[in-house]
């Protein structure tokens, strides 16, 4: 079963984080939602989630996709997370999927992970962007963009298709009406 682990740093967007989660859960992959610091973290809206893990106590390195969900408040911190940033490049550098909707994007480009990728992101942000797409998904190798919570739906889906299969992205697709 693949497994995927969610970053969440506080002022995390809510729609971006959870329904990727139950989409994620619903195709059956193994998904854990992770804290930075605490297992306590405040979305953007104020809405406290209790993550699965914390980050510095776990070893992420056994999980085959690593989710970055948006918020600027969280994305900054994220940007200023040495474990995080370091495990962002190991998981693209190992081929591995990472997938960042909203803010998020920009640290993949900060950290040179979209040179010559197509990618996308919360509209005003493509300027950040080597390739640019108005796309509310892009899929470019192992690298899945989108551009917020809107999107967040057809995000999850993508990365399902992309860890289960077509099959399975149709009938989870189906199976919430999408």
Do not use: W
């Not at 619903?26 to 973290?41: E, K, P, Q, Y």
């Not at 470019?140 to 551009?147: E, F």
């Amino acid at each position: 079963m693949p497994k995927a682990v969610i970053l969440l740093a506080d002022g995390f967007e809510e729609a971006e984080a959870i329904n990727t989660v139950d989409i994620l859960r619903r195709a059956g992959i193994n998904t854990v939602m992770m804290g930075l610091s605490g297992n306590l973290v405040t979305s953007r809206g104020g809405v406290k989630i209790n993550a699965d893990a914390r980050l510095i106590d776990t070893d992420a390195s056994g999980f085959d996709c690593i989710v970055l969900p948006g918020g600027n408040q969280a994305v900054d911190t994220l940007g200023r997370h040495s474990t995080a940033l370091r495990l962002i490049e190991d998981f693209a550098k190992k081929g591995k999927l990472v997938a960042a909707i909203c803010a998020a994007p920009k640290l993949l480009a900060q950290q040179g992970l979209l040179k010559d990728r197509r990618a996308t992101a919360y509209p005003g942000l493509e300027k950040m962007l080597d390739r640019p797409r108005g796309d509310r998904v892009v899929v470019d190798g192992n690298i899945i963009t989108s551009q917020g919570p809107g999107t967040s739906i057809d995000f999850a889906l993508a990365i399902v298709e992309q860890l289960a299969g077509k099959a399975t992205a149709a009938r989870v697709r189906q199976e919430i009406v999408a």
